[in-house]
């Protein structure tokens, strides 16, 4: 007997959580606020919001179906089952936190703050939740597959993103290492790698295109087009190379296709690779590893 749905639903601690765990009461976080020329009337209220979505988005689960619920903080802890349909109430973001821990489950984005979020990957509202969870599992659903990036260490440590990653030192000081691309190296028709030092590499999909990737994009006037959330393409920036006799700037930019790489081989004492802001799950390299970025294998099923 195959085993029924199990609806996981993904959502954060609000800021109001987080000001109770830090000064114990509402009235001792009210002060708090209140001493620095702000109310906690929003910040409740829009606590009580997140909290009231998440209520009814549970509620319209199938009676038929399991449900559970996860906190972003336990995300890198928690199993995923190849049956269950994801259910990410929250913001745009949460989606990317969510999208690494997947192996092609479906995902619903749920708005809980319609008009303060872009709505770029939470494209639903609370009342559609019922209609999208039963459709979740037919047949032939039709869902945007977007395209992923990935890290693969040579220990073979593996990080997916579904917007960028990152590789840099754990403070941003200078990061140093050597950079090739596909064709660089021995017995490849490129020119050689690179050593580099920089502030850190960025590697981007077409749905990280509009966060951090377009920033550097449009801070340095880049003549290259950024990819489509479903191309199979990412786009590469190094962050403010710096030009030396040992270290070089003749490759800062570039994009990938299916089944190129980039390769990073660290030149220093320790390096980090991290996906979509979440520096506490991260890959740590030492001197002499390597690691290589391209398009990953799995995408994100997000409903439309």
């Known amino acids: 007997m195959s085993l029924a749905p199990r609806a996981v639903l993904v959502h954060r601690t609000t800021e109001y959580e987080e000001l109770l765990a830090r000064h114990g009461t509402h009235g001792q976080a009210d002060f708090f606020l209140a001493s620095r020329g702000r109310s906690i009337r929003d910040v409740a209220l829009r606590h009580h919001r997140a909290q009231r979505a998440l209520a009814e988005v549970a509620a319209a689960v199938p009676l038929q179906w399991r449900q559970t619920r996860v906190e972003r903080a336990d995300l890198d802890r928690f199993l995923f089952a190849p049956e269950d349909v994801v259910v990410v109430v929250g913001q745009d973001g949460l989606v990317a936190n969510t999208a690494k821990y997947l192996a092609g489950q479906p995902v619903v984005g749920i708005d809980t703050e319609p008009g303060r979020n872009p709505g770029v990957l939470v494209r639903h509202r609370v009342e559609d939740a019922r209609r999208l969870l039963r459709s979740a599992v037919l047949p032939g659903r039709s869902a945007d597959e977007l395209t992923m990036v990935e890290a693969v260490a040579d220990d073979t440590q593996r990080l997916p993103a579904l917007n960028e990653i990152y590789l840099g030192r754990p403070g941003h000081q200078t990061a140093r290492y050597r950079l090739d691309e596909d064709g660089d190296g021995p017995g490849g028709k490129g020119s050689g790698g690179e050593a580099q030092a920089s502030s850190g590499v ?30 199979p393409r990412l786009v590469w920036f190094v962050r403010e190379a710096w030009p030396s006799p040992a270290t070089g700037t003749s490759k800062v930019a570039g994009a990938l296709g299916r089944g190129q790489r980039l390769r990073i081989t660290v030149e220093s004492d320790r390096l980090v690779v991290f996906g979509d802001g979440m520096e506490s799950d991260a890959l740590s390299l030492t001197w002499g590893q390597s690691v290589s970025l391209g398009i990953a294998d799995v995408s994100l099923r997000l409903l439309d």
Do not use: K
Request: overall charge neutral; aromatic content about 6%; hydrophobic content about 35%.
């Open 202 to 231: 960025l590697v981007g999909t077409g749905t990280g295109a509009t966060g951090w990737l377009r920033s550097l994009w449009q801070e340095r006037g880049s003549t290259l087009a950024l990819p489509g959330p479903a191309e």
